[in-house]
């Protein structure tokens, strides 16, 4: 299967699948406070029948075209990954998430793999758009779509109940020819 380097550290972003359900307990259960704090993802991964099932639900949501995990690799050790959590190729509209464990944290590691996942979408699946949602009190991860060039495009006030508070939830995206005019100027200003 493929690794893709994300850059002089060694970081890796490869596949995650339902073969790696120990490795990826391990991970969660090393960052699962700090992970959970704005979203479940993995909470219910509590054992390693768990863990294959979240992974195999992603397997088989590749297949089906509707969606795929991505883990990420430092130093051999899975810290994090991301995914389309929504991929739908009939509308040309994808959702990419994301999700770290402390030791992957301040590295830049899902900006760099969610320019992979967005290059991907829109220059070989020809998405037109890509969104990326986040709680408002999630800082960092709001941060990461300003460093893709996302637009804020509305606050979902109290919409997603968590840990006994009602979240906001930020919807930011970014649309084909602004990605690829951003690309443009990138590419010029190297010159």
Known sequence: MYAISLGEDGALL??????????????????????????????KATDPDSARAL?????????????????????????????????????????????LEPAGTGKGLVTRASRVLIDWAFGERGMHRVEWHAASANQASVSVARRLGMTREG?????????????????????????????????????
Not at 15 to 41: K, Q, S, V
Request: aromatic fraction near 12%; include cysteine; hydrophobic fraction near 40%.
């Open 55 to 99: 992974l195999q639900s992603y397997a088989d949501r590749r297949a089906a075209d509707s969606g795929s995990l991505h883990g990420l690799w430092l130093d051999g050790k899975l810290v994090g990954g991301v995914l389309f959590r929504v991929f739908d190729a009939a509308t040309g509209v994808c959702e990419i998430g994301c999700w």
């Open 14 to 43: 490869r596949p995650l699948e339902p073969w790696h359900a120990e490795e990826f307990l391990a991970h969660l259960d090393r960052g699962r406070d700090f992970i959970t704090r704005y979203i479940p993802f993995g909470s």
């Open 155 to 191: 606050v979902l006030r109290e919409s997603f109940p968590w840990r006994g508070v009602r979240q906001d939830s930020e919807i930011w995206a970014i649309l084909a020819p602004e990605w690829r005019a951003a690309g443009a100027r990138t590419s010029g200003s190297d010159h």
